[in-house]
């Protein structure tokens, strides 16, 4: 972590402020367009045209109409990033990854465009889960976090500054504690926030009986993790073939005793009643929800869930009951937009994942970004990121566009020429 006031690119000697004003670091001046993402007058993504961005330490200080923040605070001695033409907006929150995992499914992937499961398995081809478990096994710390470091290095370029970033590859207490322990090197050694999730509940292991990994999981590697701090969620992959309600359920509240808060993998390829499991414990996010149905969908809402929802998944995997976007908003149900990055869906860019909701899952450029931003924050319960305002933190990215709408229409583009973290320009 980066204490507040040693961010920002001023030189080291302070200049004596003659204003009363709060004195910026750095400011991001004269931009085309703000889009803040705070609701404002019926428009989801609070956009301001002619605005700039105050930044004092690793915090906004104000964001609105250029003259209305010119006279809010001091920028005589500030960095300035000249904006004109550009459009600003929050860094991307990606709250929904395994971007830590050995090795790499291209063989797979490329064999399955053109046969089916049973022959790629019949070539000998490793598959799957339990495919990415043996790599990430075998795998030395070090070359996890080389991997996943580049892959945030990719995520970064593309604007995002926050990721989740889940365990679930290694299915015994070392291998996921080795996991774990990656991702707060991870923390420590590049730009990208990472909010890290036990998913020792991903798959089962296949050498010791179902029963005893659960109790497992309950007994020995929910309170080691939760002891030694590694992680902020726990998770589990409900649904037909992985762990059922009952497990799930028994798993989600050993994790929440312990001080790890519940998300849910669930309804992604059946429907046995997880969704509805997830409303009742009141989890943060629900994921996947391709199964789940508009009851599902309202219990949900009612019960203050955000469902993260993976189209460039569904796209990677060429999923054969595409989630129902649509259905989720009608039943109030808020959204995050994440990539889902793993060895399966190897996708970085959330302006992809925008991209594809878009065109393929009929949200509004607006909806796009606002489950992008601040709906990945709140799908990790972070309520200090993924809007521009006073006091939140100072994430964002700049875009080279001359519309926001050229963000969803400029298929496969980076718009992101710069990417400021915690008042840090870092790209
Ligand atoms: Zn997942």
């Given at each position: 972590m980066i204490g507040r006031g040693?961010?920002?690119?001023?030189?080291?000697t302070p200049v004596k402020s003659e204003s009363s004003q709060p004195r910026a670091d750095l400011l991001i001046a004269d931009?085309?367009?703000?889009?803040?993402?705070v609701l404002a007058g019926g428009d989801p993504i609070g956009r301001i045209p002619g605005a700039s961005v105050a930044v004092a330490g690793e915090r906004i200080l104000a964001a609105g109409p250029a003259a209305q923040v010119a006279t809010q605070v001091?920028?005589?001695?500030a960095s300035v990033i000249?904006?004109?033409g550009k459009i600003v907006a929050p860094g991307f929150v990606d709250?929904?990854?395994?971007?830590?995992?050995?090795?790499?499914?291209v063989a797979e992937y490329a064999a399955r465009l053109t046969h089916s499961a049973a022959e790629v398995a019949a070539m000998g081809i490793p598959m799957g889960i339990q495919a990415t478990v043996a790599a990430t096994r075998a795998a030395p710390a070090e070359a996890l976090v080389a991997g996943a470091q580049q892959r945030l290095r990719g995520m970064l370029r593309h604007g995002t500054t926050t990721a989740e970033s889940k365990s679930g590859?290694?299915?015994?207490l070392e291998a996921e504690l080795k996991m774990l322990r990656v991702n707060r090197q991870l923390q420590d050694s590049q730009p990208v926030d990472i909010i890290s999730t036990f998913l020792g509940a991903h798959d089962f292991p296949p050498e010791i009986p179902r029963e005893r990994y659960v109790a497992q999981l309950i007994d020995e590697m929910i309170p080691r993790v939760a002891g030694e701090g590694l992680a902020e969620f726990c998770d589990v992959y409900c649904d037909d073939g992985y762990y059922t309600v009952e497990e799930s359920r028994r798993i989600l509240e050993a994790g929440r005793a312990a001080g790890l808060k519940p998300k849910i993998h669930t309804d992604a390829y059946s429907t046995i009643g997880g969704a509805a499991m997830a409303a009742e414990l009141g989890v943060v996010s629900a994921d996947h929800?391709?199964?789940?149905s508009q009851e599902d969908f309202r219990r949900l809402a009612e019960a203050g869930v955000t469902g993260v929802v993976m189209p460039a998944l569904d796209w990677a995997v060429s999923h054969s009951r595409p989630f129902d976007a649509r259905a989720m908003l009608a039943e109030g149900l808020p959204l995050a937009l994440a990539t889902d990055l793993c060895p399966a869906c190897w996708v970085e860019s959330m302006q992809l994942v925008m991209q594809l909701a878009c065109r393929?899952?009929?949200?509004?450029p607006e909806e796009a970004l606002y489950a992008a931003t601040a709906g990945g924050a709140r799908a990790l319960g972070?309520?200090?990121?993924?809007t521009l305002a006073?006091?939140?933190?100072?994430d964002l990215q700049i875009w080279d566009l001359p519309a926001f709408e050229d963000v969803i229409y400029?298929?496969?583009?980076?718009?992101?020429?710069t990417v400021i973290k915690r008042g840090k320009v870092v790209i």
């Open positions: 040693d961010a920002g690119t001023r030189g080291a931009a085309a367009l703000v889009l803040t993402c001091d920028a005589t001695s000249d904006a004109t709250s929904h990854t395994h971007l830590v995992f050995g090795g790499s499914r590859y290694g299915l015994t929800l391709n199964y789940a393929m899952y009929r949200f509004s972070l309520d200090d990121r993924g006073p006091g939140q933190l100072a400029r298929i496969g583009n980076n718009a992101v020429e």
